[in-house]
C-alpha cells in the first residue's frame, strides 16, 4: 500500500476518511454497548452510517439512523444531549492533537434512496425505462 503525504490533497482525503472510520467504530461501539446512561439511547438501536470530518480534524458531523427509523427526533435529541459524553469517549480513543467536536445529524440517504426507488417504480416512468 503506497504511503501519503499528508500535505498532499491525496493524504489529507486518506486521512479524513480513516480517522472519520475511526470515530464511527467508537461510536458505534459506545452504542452498541450501552456505555452512555441515557434511556432512549439504550431503549433504540442506533446506527452511526458515517462520520465527515473537517479538513482540520476538530469538527465531525456524524450520520445516524434508528432501527426502522424508529422515533428520530428523540433519538437525535439524546445524542445531542450526551454530546460531551461522546467527545470525551472519543478524544480518548484517537490519539490526536485537538478532540473533534462532533455533531449529530440524521441520515437521511436511506430516505431518498426510497423515494427515488418508488418514483421509478411508478407505472408512468416504468415505461419509459428499458426491461430487463
Do not use: C, W
Amino acid at each position: 500500500m503506497a504511503k501519503y503525504n499528508d500535505t498532499s490533497p491525496e493524504g489529507r482525503s486518506v486521512r479524513l476518511l480513516r480517522v472519520g472510520e475511526q470515530i464511527r467504530h467508537i461510536l458505534s461501539e459506545l452504542l452498541m454497548r450501552g456505555e452512555v446512561h441515557d434511556d432512549v439511547l439504550t431503549s433504540h438501536s442506533v446506527s452511526v452510517t458515517e462520520v465527515r470530518m473537517s479538513p482540520d480534524l476538530r469538527h465531525a458531523t456524524v450520520f445516524i439512523k434508528p432501527l426502522l427509523g424508529a422515533n428520530e427526533a428523540d433519538v437525535l435529541k439524546a445524542l445531542k444531549t450526551n454530546t460531551a459524553f461522546f467527545q470525551k469517549e472519543v478524544a480518548k480513543r484517537v490519539k490526536m492533537k485537538y478532540a473533534a467536536r462532533l455533531k449529530f445529524l440524521v441520515d437521511e440517504s436511506f430516505d431518498e434512496a426510497q423515494h427515488i426507488e418508488k418514483l421509478l417504480r411508478h407505472p408512468k416512468v416504468a415505461q419509459d425505462l428499458p426491461e430487463e
